[in-house]
């Protein structure tokens, strides 16, 4: 396949940033999306030029690094997947394709598509956890049930991989799909209990002073979210939320 | 310098008992006066931080990624061992032990071990009181399933994302102490040189990546949990970003690397498809519980089904070779990795290989749909003889336990695993060999601790499946916590290091010597290039067979080619600025070094033994063939060049586990 690549070059987080165009020739349908990018890379540094910056690890849609628009979409085209685990398949013989990185005031861009995403950490420091001692000290694991649909959901929300694709494709950059997914995973545990007033409120005050929007229903979260986290858990969250207002 | 494993005098179930009874302790007030450093927040140094921080040490822990969050350990699918015996299939501490011991290939440590499967449970406890979602059956109590090398069920999983939800477990347990102000985390840095002063680890040398910086960062103890080094293959099943840095220069400040040749090639990964991959994908060891693994009997069928007249579905049975059932009866496909990958290769050498490459064999769930279909059929009071119901009751079942890694193949391979079998081929996947540690997992350099897959410590030759996370967290959670105290007891008046000294200044300058010498390099060929021909060396000739001449050759090849690298290669940008380019060459140049002491080590060891397979040495069966007179740990000490190395040996005893050959028969 031939291609015209549109790539978002930004220097640093000083840098106005400019799309500059790449043709691409001969890319195979098998390679994955990152892989075809790690050739434009090499023809780029051959030249003398510098490669695309862009976070990746695991390269197998798990460890939530990998973060790009494509054509106008978080992670790309297809659905329920990460962006390193796109194939070339996706795309036709002659395609423009466009490359940006993650659009959100709080994930400002580190270099051409890497972001910054530690707001998302800070939300956790601020109650993504259960206070428990770390001494192995603790009953038997069997000593607690748990009905096994409620362990079901608790573990679909836990899914997330913190890839910040909700947030760059809600139009009032909300982290409310993320956020809740925590809140869900440890609202529907008995072990989640302890603390559970406090998680939600510290996690939501946290997300509103790390300048994150409000949600206002659309949905495209849901949409884009790589790991099919869904809206439910918003909605569980919110009524944590009013009944740690009205417990106060 | 004598290596003294430190192992405590004494039963060998009482030895980790006893050691925690008497080992030194730290009063609390005091612990605030000291520092540690733990490198790598993967699941053992993330669940080492958050407990040195909960015991009231002062952390500062370091990872490269943007987020601790995302260490390898996240991609871990299959589970974790514990011996819990919930299932009340037999199993023990000892049942676990030696399953380990034996499964290592009886080249791993028996105290280390024993300990590792006495602390296996509490690991479950812990994780489930941290919210930690496993999967439960109907009854609401805990699910288990079964991996390789075993015959109990005591693997505790979260569907094929086990790692993630440990990792993340971890991970909260960090947050907490993060919020706490306990732990400072250094996100996005790499740590390129360990500080000694006085013989005692005292800190690290980092680099911000993003700023480009260079920092020093001192501490009374320092704590190396930064993974394996299965990079140097190039193409593996590890992330990107995974090396062996850290171990390296902690290797050349004196910790010796040992086994470094014991690589686990693990059985059932995606095969290759073309020259451009960067990396090979795993599907969880698990699949083998229910996935049968087969190539055709005939040279005409594997041909026919190359060239796309024939699908596999449409092969008759008595056709097929099921070689694993057929060669080891009584594990049949859950023979261990080591055994399972070699019987793939032995029948793709053979010419039996079923893709383009000659290099994949099935594995194929048909059967294991029908069983479930039957049985849920049965249950639903349906039709059992409905064929189309049957298959597709049994695909929902399979769908609930794997549903995730089915649907990873087809996005990959683009072809449905529910209709066709899977293929598969062995990939690189892990690293036995590691910085060599003692009992309290220490190092040979004082101070410096290694845990984790770093570290060389428990699975010998071979590791058994859901053992990794298991010894990673064991590690962090209940181990170094411990035996840390006993080396910092000493230190409650030494108080805060100081990084204006001349061994900062050193290490420092050592560091901007290196990375000064990689920008201004001006070569013509980027840091990729020499990778892929390492790799390339690496599988050839230090991959799942070896022997004497080809190790010779690659002893050779590597030296070579890391001349070139150092002459020829070529970094674009600056050191002060984020340069992926030029933190993967720092990466690729101890690869290059390293390579060549995995070769010498895999030349010394003239045996075969779980990962390490010398075709001078088999049986006549074609199995691996051990020699008594290598019953030791490999530590090598650093003498400048690779060559150079210095060999010493740790003499492995057996007092409590008869050493008897290997059979899966
Ligand atoms: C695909 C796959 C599936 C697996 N499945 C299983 C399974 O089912 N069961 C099982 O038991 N095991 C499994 N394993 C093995 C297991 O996941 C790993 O062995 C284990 O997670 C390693 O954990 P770790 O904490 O030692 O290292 P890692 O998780 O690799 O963490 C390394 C840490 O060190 C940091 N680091 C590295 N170098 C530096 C440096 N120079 N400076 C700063 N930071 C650095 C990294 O940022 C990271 O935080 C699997 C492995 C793979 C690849
Ligand atoms: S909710 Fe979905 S899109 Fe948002 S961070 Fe988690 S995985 Fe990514
Ligand atoms: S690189 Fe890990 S999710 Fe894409």
């Given amino acids: 396949m031939n291609l015209t690549l549109k790539i978002w070059r930004q220097k640093d987080a000083n840098d106005k940033g400019k799309i500059v165009d790449y043709p691409m020739s001969d890319v195979s349908p098998d390679m994955s999306f990152l892989e075809m990018l790690d050739v434009l890379n090499q023809e780029l540094i051959d030249k003398g030029e510098e490669p695309v910056a862009f976070d990746h690890d695991c390269r197998e849609g798990i460890c939530g690094s990998c973060s790009m628009f494509v054509n106008g979409r978080a992670h790309g085209p297809d659905t329920m997947v990460t962006v390193c685990q796109l194939h070339m398949r996706s795309f036709k013989d002659g395609d423009t394709i466009y490359i940006e990185p993650w659009r959100a005031t709080a994930f400002p861009v580190i270099k051409d598509l890497i972001v910054d995403r530690s707001s998302f950490d800070r939300i956790q420091h601020a109650g993504g956890f259960i206070s428990v001692n770390t001494s192995g000290n603790t009953q038997d694991a069997n000593s607690i049930p748990i009905e096994k649909e409620n362990a079901d959901k608790s573990f679909d929300a836990a899914t997330c991989i913190g890839c910040g694709a909700c947030v760059a494709s809600c139009k009032n950059s909300s982290a409310m799909l993320f956020v809740s997914a925590k809140v869900s995973q440890f609202a529907l545990l008995p072990q989640g209990q302890v603390e559970a007033t406090d998680r939600v409120l510290n996690m939501v005050k946290q997300m509103d002073e790390e300048g994150f929007g409000n949600c206002t229903n659309t949905g495209a979260c849901e949409v884009e979210c790589p790991k099919g986290i869904s809206l439910e858990n918003i909605a569980r969250m919110n009524r944590e939320y009013l009944a740690a207002t009205l417990k106060g | ?665």
């Fill in chain 2, 1 to 665: 310098m004598a290596l003294d494993s430190k192992i405590p005098k004494g039963p060998l179930e009482d030895k980790w008992t006893n050691h925690k009874n008497e080992i030194n302790l730290v009063n609390p007030a005091n612990k605030r006066l000291i520092d540690v450093i733990v490198v790598g927040t993967g699941l053992a140094g993330g669940s080492a931080a958050a407990t040195l921080a909960e015991l009231g040490y002062n952390v500062k822990a370091f990872c490269f990624q943007d987020s601790p969050r995302r260490a390898h350990s996240i991609a871990a699918q299959g589970g974790i061992n514990a011996a819990k015996n919930y299932q009340g299939d037999g199993d023990s501490t000892y049942r676990l032990f030696y399953d380990t011991v034996k499964g290592g290939d009886y080249r791993s440590r028996e105290a280390n071990v024993h300990r590792l499967a006495e602390v296996s449970t509490n690991i479950i406890d812990q994780c489930v009181a941290q919210g930690v979602p496993f999967a439960r059956d109907y009854g609401g109590l805990l699910d288990n399933r079964s991996f390789g090398g075993v015959l109990v069920s005591r693997t505790f999983y979260a569907k094929g994302q086990t790692g993630q939800q440990l990792l993340l477990g971890a991970y909260s347990a960090m947050n907490r102490q993060i919020g706490r102000g306990k732990i400072k985390m250094f996100t996005r840095h790499e740590m390129l040189d360990v500080v000694v002063v006085d013989g005692k680890a005292r800190g690290i040398i980092a680099r911000n990546l993003v700023t480009g910086e260079i920092e020093r960062h001192s501490a009374h103890a320092v704590v190396l949990g930064t993974g394996g080094y299965g990079n140097a293959f190039y193409l593996s099943t590890y992330a990107m970003g995974s090396n062996v840095t850290a171990a390296w220069k902690a290797h050349k400040r004196g910790a010796y690397f040992a086994n470094p040749c014991y690589t686990q090639i693990h059985p059932t990964c995606i095969p290759v498809s073309g020259d451009h991959q960067s990396k090979l994908t795993l599907m969880s060891e698990s699949l083998r519980n229910d996935g049968r693994i087969w190539v055709p009997k005939h040279k005409k069928d594997v041909e026919a089904i190359r060239d796309g007249s024939l699908k596999p579905t449409d092969l008759a049975e008595e056709d097929r070779d099921y070689y694993l059932e057929r060669r080891y009866p009584a594990f049949g496909n859950l023979v261990p990795r080591d055994v399972a990958s070699r019987a793939a290769k032995e029948r793709c050498d053979a010419g039996y290989g079923v893709n383009k490459t000659g290099e994949a064999v099935y594995l194929d769930f048909a059967s294991a749909f029908m069983r479930y279909g039957k049985e849920q059929a049965h249950v639903k009071g349906l039709d059992e003889n409905d064929e189309a119901l049957v298959k597709k009751l049994g695909q929902e079942i399979v769908k609930n336990k794997y549903g995730n890694l089915f649907q990873m193949y087809e996005k990959i391979v683009d072809q449905n695993p529910y209709e066709t079998p899977m293929m598969i081929y062995p990939a690189v996947h892990y690293t036995m060999g590691g910085i060599w540690v003692d009992y309290n997992l220490m190092t040979t350099v004082p101070g410096l601790y290694c845990i984790g897959e770093a570290n060389f410590s428990d699975h010998g030759a071979n590791r058994l499946g859901a053992s990794a996370l298991m010894q990673g967290l064991a590690d962090g959670y209940f181990v170094l916590p411990y035996t840390i105290g006993d080396y910092l007891a000493h230190d409650i008046r030494t108080g805060p290091i100081p990084t204006e000294t001349k061994e900062f200044d050193d290490a420092e300058k050592s560091v901007t010597e290196t990375l000064d010498k990689l920008i201004n390099n001006n070569g013509t060929h980027s840091v990729d290039h020499f990778h892929k021909r390492l790799g390339k060396i690496m599988w050839n000739k230090c991959g799942m067979a070896r022997n004497a001449k080809d190790l010779k050759e690659a002893i050779t090849e590597i030296a070579e080619l890391r001349a070139e690298f150092w002459k020829g290669v070529k970094i674009p940008g600056r050191a002060d600025e984020y340069n992926e380019e030029l933190a993967k060459a720092g990466r690729v140049a101890d690869f290059l070094e390293l390579g060549e002491l995995f070769a010498k080590d895999a030349l010394v060891r003239e045996e075969s033994a779980g990962g390490h397979f010398r075709e001078e040495y088999q049986t006549p069966e074609g199995e691996a063939m051990r020699r008594k007179e290598f019953q030791f740990v490999s530590a090598w000490e650093y003498k400048g060049e690779p060559k150079d190395a210095v060999l010493h040996k740790e003499d492995l005893v057996y007092e409590n586990i008869e050493v008897k050959e290997r059979s899966y028969k």
